[in-house]
């Protein structure tokens, strides 16, 4: 299973609802984060993804698309030679790994308390539940937000947005083992009609289907 798809896939979300939060009091990079959540009601997008190890050296490389829709439906799909799609349809979250022949799932509305999930129902709690810090203007100009969250029950330590134009153009999640998940998006489209189609799920008949079942 790739890592992090669905704590990105969470703040990724997340970030569509915070058009109700705008943050005057903030700095450039809250700024840019208000621009890019306002009015925001869907998304699409292309990304591609990097795991790197402490060390420095790159574990894993991948590339798919992401589609989101206010409030709560998502549509996660890496391509490549290891597919595998993760689809939030409001009630469930659907991760399938065709490799595996195997099918995960998750009650969408059970979910951690302290996950970036929550933020979809409620977005006023993003400080909340989040230290968040301005880190200044990258070399190509992106604006850097730092989220780290105030629980420890957490799968990740720290989580960076780079934002530029009021568009969300990097996420990078790093772990307590020192592994950092990057995410660079691409071809972005806001509020794109979509086919309410890219969140459902129907488990092919040939794999195994594990977790909270209908």
Known sequence: MKRFPLIAAWLFAALLALSQTANPQGG???????????GLE??????QQRVISS????Q????????????QLFRWEYGGDFP????????????????LEQVTVRDQSGMEF?????????????????????????EDGMQLLELRARTM???????LLGLREGQLLLMVIEDSFGLRTELRFGQIERNPELDMALFTFEP???????????
């Open 84 to 99: 595998e799609l993760v689809v939030a349809d409001g009630s469930r979250i659907w991760i399938y790994d065709e490799m």
């Open 114 to 138: 302290d996950s970036p999930l929550m933020l979809l129902t409620n977005p006023g709690r993003l400080d909340e539940q989040f230290e968040v810090r301005e880190v200044g203007e990258a």
């Open 153 to 159: 029950e957490t799968e990740f330590e720290r989580i």
């Open 204 to 214: 092919p008949e040939s794999v195994d289907v594990i977790g909270d079942l209908p």
């Open 42 to 47: 869907s998304l699409h997008a292309s990304f």
């Open 55 to 58: 060390d420095g050296s790159t």
């Open 60 to 71: 894993d490389s991948s590339s798919g698309q992401v589609w989101l829709s206010r409030p």
């Open 28 to 38: 450039q990079g809250r700024a840019e984060l208000d621009r890019f959540s306002s």
